[in-house]
């Protein structure tokens, strides 16, 4: 009897210690299928979040050209130290920026099947579309019934009554008064404007503050007269496209905001001038793309596309 009990607790010994063998073989498939999933949840992650920053960097350089949108988006690779993951970047026609990187990522467990890694794609799009709403816009404006030609001198004038013309126009964005105009000229407008507001106009003498204003950003601009491609140089202004909205006997006294342009001020107001000359240019900015129609005056926005 005791000879029988004996080779049965000998016996399962030895299913305890297959038991255990299974257990810690399930364990260790468990916790490699883990470390290489998160590895490979971690890594796509990461190309996505770089493939989506180059797109969107890249495309703020659509206006200008290929050359331009290229260098910036191997920047971009390079940051993130993804500079052998490019596949493609393709500039569509419809002004949209498609990036598309690829890479193996290294397994760890998986190595021990003879797989030793998982190539994984990934692809953004970013769209450059007419500006629809934005922050910073200074206190002049031009009428969307202006044509504009990019690159040609114009000039914004901000003498009193300028805007019975409809031309051009100076804007309460602050509410009346010169010194709002000027605080509002010289640093910009800082809540949010967007297509289909109703703005009031400014009347009065305003060459004065003007004068400070435009001082102020040529002052603050780093660079030479005529590079306005870098983007911290105040010389460049978001302005107003507006169509007039009510107006009396000899003044326009309020407009509705139907887009936005860029104004390079290319040189300074002398005493006596009363407007301020420079050319509209080209060129994406930190705004939204626009629901309801915005006119394309060279001002865009840039939006990630799904």
Excluded: W
Excluded at 65 to 91: F, G, M, P, Y
Excluded at 141 to 170: C, H, M, P, R, W
Excluded at 228 to 241: K, N
Aim: proline content about 4%.
């Amino acid at each position: 009897m005791r000879l029988i009990y004996q080779k049965f607790r000998k016996d399962e010994d030895g299913n305890a210690l297959i038991l255990v063998a299974l257990a810690m073989s399930a364990i260790l498939a468990m916790v490699g299928l883990v470390i290489d999933g998160g590895n490979l949840y971690v890594s796509k992650s990461h190309l996505q979040k770089t493939a989506n920053a180059a797109a969107l960097s890249g495309a703020q350089e659509i206006v200008n050209s290929e050359t331009a949108v290229n260098e910036v988006v191997n920047q971009i690779l390079l940051s993130h130290d993804e500079q052998n993951s490019s596949l493609q970047v393709n500039i569509e026609p419809n002004r949209q920026l498609h990036v598309e990187l690829a890479k193996d990522v290294p397994l760890f467990f998986a190595t021990l099947f003879g797989i030793d890694s998982v190539p994984i794609t990934v692809d953004a799009k970013a769209g450059v579309k007419p500006m629809g709403e934005a922050r910073g816009a200074v206190p002049l404006g031009i009428s969307d019934s202006v044509e504009l030609v990019y690159e040609q001198t114009y000039e914004l004038k901000v003498d009193a009554g300028d805007s019975v013309s409809g031309n051009f126009g100076v804007l309460a964005l602050e509410g009346p008064g010169a010194k709002n105009y000027k605080e509002t000229l010289t640093h910009g407008f800082d809540e949010s404007l967007k297509v289909g507001d109703i703005v009031n106009t400014q009347t009065g003498d305003i060459a004065g503050p003007t004068r400070d204003g435009i001082k102020y950003r040529i002052d603050n601009c780093p660079y030479p007269d005529g590079e306005y491609q870098e983007r911290d140089c105040p010389r460049v202004m978001l302005v107003v496209v507006y169509k007039p909205y009510s107006q009396s006997t000899n003044q326009m006294q309020s407009v509705k905001i139907t887009g936005f342009a860029y104004f390079y001020v290319s040189e300074r107001m002398g005493k006596t001038d009363k407007s301020v000359k420079g050319k509209f240019i080209k060129r994406t900015g930190p705004g939204i793309t626009g629901e309801n129609s915005p006119a394309d005056r060279g001002a865009y926005a840039i939006k990630l596309e799904e």
